[in-house]
């Protein structure tokens, strides 16, 4: 979302009744864009801010703003609200207020503590790989210490949305919420070698081992230098990178066993190794 008024705008101060609510939040909102917004709350965790435009009215004019937002932002302080009226607004050009967001939400995540998946939604056998052995050769392997208080994450094979053409893939991803690692089903084939499978949950295994670094004015790095050296040190790991990239649009064209086959035949830009990124601006 970009507005006409970038981050340096005064906003105004109002006072809203606690608790702060879905129709305070709209009122609020509403009022600070002078634009009809609604505010919505869920009980996301790996998306908790985000906005789309409702549909266009009959007269033709552009649809409100419909605003998706955790429940914790129920008890979100007046510095945070005016946070996210700047962010709607300004967009990434309110660098400051996104700032201050990441930090707020991450807290209260952190209050809430994780949220554990529920065992019995857990895929971990497929048709040809069994996740939960190699998670464990894995952890023995390779994270022998970092795990060794602590439990490692769980492990399932994702969902594939098969209603559209894939045009990129995240093979693998990391869930620090749930302390969780999601594959992706399209591994589970007899042309993926094991071992491609096993540097995928190696390299998930490190975003659960090793902290988010900051970068220059609190910005996460997700894959910074110490992640790097550690990932470039494991033994497969120029071998996988040569394997994905001659293959994966053979994983892009192939049906899984719980999806269906692109129909796209270009080489993507792949996502499958950036792991979760930021709250409000993924990239």
């Known amino acids: 979302m970009t507005g006409s008024r970038a981050e ?3 906003f105004r101060v109002t006072t ?10 709209a009122e609020f909102l509403s009022k600070e864009l002078g634009s009809r ?4 709350f869920g009980r996301a965790r790996s998306s908790v801010l985000r906005v789309v435009r409702a549909p266009r009215g009959a007269r033709g004019g552009r649809g409100e703003l419909v605003v998706h937002m955790s429940e914790f932002f129920g008890r979100a302080p007046l510095e945070v609200r005016t946070s996210v009226a700047r962010w709607l607004s300004a967009g990434k050009r309110a660098r400051r207020s996104v700032r201050e967001l990441d930090r707020w939400i991450d807290d209260e ?3 809430e503590g994780p949220r554990a998946p529920d065992p019995q939604s857990l895929v971990t056998r497929g048709r040809t790989v069994d996740l939960a052995p190699l998670l464990a050769e894995v952890v023995a392997a390779e994270f022998r210490t970092e795990f060794a208080h602590a439990a ?4 399932t094979f994702g969902r ?3 209603r559209r053409a894939r045009r990129t893939l995240r093979l693998g991803s990391y869930d620090p919420r749930a302390h969780l690692v999601r594959i992706h089903p399209v591994l589970d084939q007899d042309f993926v070698p094991r071992w491609f499978v096993r540097y995928i949950v190696f390299h998930e295994l490190l975003h659960a081992a090793m902290p988010v670094e900051r970068g220059a004015h609190g910005r996460r790095i997700f894959h910074g230098p110490r992640f790097r050296a550690r990932e470039a040190a494991y033994a497969d790991y120029e071998r ?3 394997w994905e990239r001659d293959h994966i649009e053979e994983l892009l064209r192939r049906p899984t066993a719980r999806g269906r086959a692109s129909s796209r035949t270009h080489r993507p830009v792949v996502g499958a190794l950036r792991g979760v990124q930021g709250w409000l601006f993924p990239r």
Not at 16 to 25: C, K, L, S, V, Y
Not at 37 to 40: A, D, E, G, L, Y
């Open 240 to 242: 996988a990178l040569e």
């Open 8 to 10: 340096g705008s005064l």
């Open 160 to 162: 594939v949305n098969g």
């Open 37 to 40: 917004v609604s505010v919505r």
């Open 152 to 155: 490692p994450p769980a492990i």
């Open 16 to 25: 809203a009744p606690e608790p702060f609510d879905e129709g305070a939040w």
């Open 109 to 111: 995540l952190a209050r």
